[in-house]
């Protein structure tokens, strides 16, 4: 598997533990104690009813994609190397869409609908940092 190294975002005390997670390949979203239903991106509220009361859950890791666009022209400099490539939203099972790039897919193999799974794309140059991608499952 070929992947593209990204620059993670930095995290702060609302996001360590899901990229901490996502180190040991795993992927997190998070659960409201109050109403029961499940956000993405993380959040130390509930966006559904305001409540503080959240925790994390490991997610199964399968969704389908909801939407894509396959890149082939970026100007910024840390995307220029890497097109083509593609952005997506996928739908994860337990609910929430969430942002992503599609890997280990032809773009033209990709439809609305299909089957993902994630899988943890390196993201540094010190091999132990990773990022959510998905890709056919
Ligand atoms: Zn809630």
């Not at 859950?57 to 220029?80: C, H, K, M, W």
Request: proline fraction near 8%; include cysteine; aromatic fraction near 12%.
């Amino acid at each position: 598997m070929a992947y593209q190294t990204y620059q993670l975002p930095v995290s702060d005390s609302s996001t360590e533990e899901y990229w901490s997670a996502a180190n040991r390949r795993e992927l997190l979203i998070k659960r409201c104690n109050s109403c029961a239903r499940v956000h993405f991106y993380p959040r130390p509220f509930c966006p559904f009813c305001w409540s503080t009361n959240v925790h994390w859950e490991i997610a199964s890791g399968l969704a389908t994609v909801y939407t894509f666009s396959v890149v082939r022209q970026n100007d910024t400099p840390e995307f220029a190397s890497r097109v083509p490539y593609v952005a997506a939203i996928v739908e994860l099972a337990e609910g929430p869409r969430m942002m992503t790039n599609l890997v280990n897919v032809e773009p033209s193999q990709i439809l609305i609908g299909m089957a993902v799974r994630v899988d943890f794309a390196p993201a540094g140059q010190d091999e132990t940092s990773f990022i959510p991608v998905f890709g056919p499952e």
